[in-house]
């Protein structure tokens, strides 16, 4: 897989980054089953697929996306600049990443169309 290709990519490990632009938007950790575990543990339960949202940035299982610049409204959801990383690769890939709220959690968009979500906030 070529850098910058990001939202294909979805087996491997994720890394960890300093908060974000999106500090003040997203209140906390949403993700599904794997990626809550990895948010209170701070380790990966080793599944091969997972999605963690934080004030800092996405974490999945082979990439992370660091909220990087200011955040913008536009319409009901929330645009924020980030750098992605992709497991196996030096470089990062810049990225505006749309946060749209979606029954109690977010959907995170990607500008080629890929999706994830909705991704619901993590149960203490």
């Given amino acids: 897989m070529r ?6 990519l979805l087996f491997g490990i994720a890394l960890a980054g300093p ?12 993700g599904d089953a794997e990626g809550c575990h990895y948010a209170e543990t ?8 997972f999605f963690l949202l934080n004030k800092d940035g ?3 299982a082979a990439s992370y996306c660091e909220f990087k610049g200011e955040a913008k409204q536009v319409g009901g959801a929330t645009v924020v600049p980030a750098e992605c ?3 196996g690769y030096e ?3 810049p990225h505006e990443l749309t946060l749209t709220p979606d029954n109690g959690g977010y959907t995170i968009s990607f500008p080629d169309g890929t999706r994830w979500g ?6 203490k």
């Fill in 91 to 93: 470089e990062t890939t």
């Fill in 118 to 123: 909705p991704i619901m906030r993590c149960k």
């Fill in 85 to 87: 990383h992709e497991e």
């Fill in 42 to 49: 701070g380790e990966s339960s080793g599944a091969d697929l």
């Fill in 58 to 60: 996405v974490t999945t």
């Fill in 19 to 30: 908060a974000g632009a999106a500090a003040d938007i997203v209140d906390g950790s949403y």
């Fill in 3 to 8: 850098p910058g290709h990001l939202p294909a």
